[in-house]
């Protein structure tokens, strides 16, 4: 069965680095999000993307937040400058278009980043 | 706005016992509801959802939940617990936008032998 996959797993990175998390959804798939899970708390979304554009963005994704699709299979996740607090597991997801309303995300297994 | 409680952080039944995850929502609009469940150190795997075609919405795992509009209630069940089934489960909604999905704060299950 297909999966979106994130790489790396885990990322340790020093506080004001930037970092870049990426991600390769479900290759027919079109909506493509990111969602992230500080650790014990809710899963929190950061922002979706379709058709090449941001189509909705949380309070959280800030200026310091971007993301791209360099290709047609990539999407990334790019914090310029890291604090302490973006430590947190971070999860891709994306699903179909078509009638999407009904259609779940489908998850990757995270990328655990640590800011130090 | 949508959105969805979980009542309960952390619900403990006997192994082949009933498991019963409650989760609450709020939509202004009819709502498209999921259950995904996150084993330790794993990503989220999507249990069932619901999309109004029938109320009573059976998953993976002998998981199955059901949809009460009166109750604004999708709870979890699980006739007998298994101690695989021990895991944090997140209940989620999507309103009228094509977009996001919202999750609740989550209930860890744990299973006592």
């Known amino acids: 069965e297909p999966e979106v996959t994130q790489t790396p797993s885990h990322q340790v990175t020093q506080m004001g680095q930037e970092v870049i998390l990426r991600c390769v959804p479900i290759?027919?798939?079109?909506?493509f999000y990111w969602y992230r899970q500080i650790l014990g708390q809710k899963v929190e979304f950061l922002v979706s993307f379709y058709n090449n554009e941001i189509s909705e963005k949380s309070e959280i994704f800030d200026d310091q937040f971007s993301v791209e699709r360099p290709d047609g299979s990539n999407f990334t996740l790019k914090i310029r400058s890291t604090k302490l607090e973006d430590s947190a597991m971070y999860f891709c997801?994306?699903?179909?278009?078509?009638?999407?309303?009904?259609?779940?995300?489908?998850f990757g297994n995270g990328t655990r980043l640590t800011v130090t | 706005a949508q959105s969805v409680t979980q009542l309960g952080s952390h619900v403990s039944v006997s192994e082949g016992a009933l498991v019963l995850l409650r989760c609450n929502y709020s939509s202004s609009v009819p709502p498209y509801l999921f259950w995904y469940v996150q084993y330790p150190n794993q990503g989220l795997q999507l249990l069932l959802k619901?999309?109004?075609?029938?109320?009573l919405v059976k998953g993976i795992n002998g998981f199955e939940a059901e949809f009460k509009k009166s109750e604004t209630s999708f709870h979890l069940t699980k006739p007998s617990a298994h101690m695989s089934d021990a895991a944090e489960y997140f209940c989620a909604v999507r309103g009228s936008s094509a977009s996001k999905i919202i999750f609740g704060s989550g209930t860890r299950l744990s299973i006592r032998p």
């Open positions: 619901y999309t109004s075609a029938a109320t």
């Open positions: 997801a994306s699903t179909e278009g078509g009638n999407a309303l009904n259609s779940p995300l489908h």
């Open positions: 290759s027919n798939h079109l909506y």
